[in-house]
């Protein structure tokens, strides 16, 4: 059992050289493995800032609280020690790499991650079992990372990366973003297969309830200014559909 626990965090966002600002104001919260946490709120409300600052992002700095996986401080722990210990990032908006095909990309960090290198038949073999599952064309390993891709590709190709390094705790960043219904419904499958096959943690950042449609979320909690504003069930995700978020923005106003 994997767990996951965010407690007192606070972080600033570095803007320019010198200047900051405090986003994250107070931060608590628990995700065990198998469980899916909807983190909804308003634009400007931190929940990207959270993602990035957990996954160890340079822009933003943590300056108070823990940030413990099974009991150890990720904090401590470099951007890459942070993944091999277990912690995945979907990008809200999954940055190109040309030159680097998605292929050699793919094993390099499966490699990292696992600790050896898996034989290239075998990976092949995996990586197009996953793509397959994705509904992405095997042509696209040989291409640059996320080079050219559309927005649904790029989505993708995250959880492809999810799929194939099988992480305790994953936090999915607005993964629903851009994407058209059939493209949601591939990339929420795969998600949903992750969290099944690896008992994985799922903390999944969104505006919008279709997503929770096919990702069902054990728990939703609404972000306001810095915090964690209200927390319940699937049916505060439904509350926040019809009504929004004006009572939460004009308290944390």
């Keep these: 059992m994997t767990k996951f626990e965010l407690r007192g965090v606070r972080a600033d ?25 909807a983190i909804m709120g308003p634009n400007g409300s931190g929940k990207s800032t959270l993602a990035y600052a957990i996954a160890g992002h340079p822009k933003y700095e943590i300056t108070a609280g823990e940030v413990l996986l099974d009991g150890e401080n990720v904090l401590e722990m470099s951007v890459d020690e942070r993944a091999r210990a277990g912690l995945f990032l979907a990008m809200q908006y999954p940055v190109e790499v040309p030159g680097v095909s998605m292929s050699n990309f793919l094993r390099s960090s499966v490699t990292s991650v696992r600790g050896e290198a898996p034989k290239l038949r075998a990976f092949s073999k995996e990586l197009q079992g996953v793509m397959s599952d994705l509904s992405i064309d095997s042509s696209f390993a040989a291409r640059g990372v996320n080079e050219g891709f559309s927005g649904g590709e790029k989505k993708r190709h995250e959880i492809l990366q999810l799929e194939l390094l099988k992480p305790k705790m994953a936090i999915l960043d607005e993964t629903d973003s851009g994407l058209d219904v059939d493209a949601l419904k591939v990339v929420s499958k795969g998600i949903n297969r992750a969290k099944e096959n690896h008992e994985m943690g799922v903390m999944l950042i969104t505006h919008y309830t279709r997503i929770l449609n096919y990702v069902k979320p054990d728990f939703v909690h609404v972000f306001a200014d810095g915090r964690i504003a209200e927390s319940g069930g699937p049916e505060l995700a439904d509350a926040l559909e019809s009504d929004g978020y004006e009572r939460f923005v004009k308290a944390g106003a």
């Excluded at 320019?16 to 198998?34: C, F, H, M, P, Q």
Aim: net charge negative; glycine share 12%.
């Design 13 to 37: 966002v570095l803007i320019g050289a010198e200047e900051r600002e405090e986003i994250l104001k107070g931060v608590d919260l628990t995700i065990n493995s198998g469980e899916t946490h």
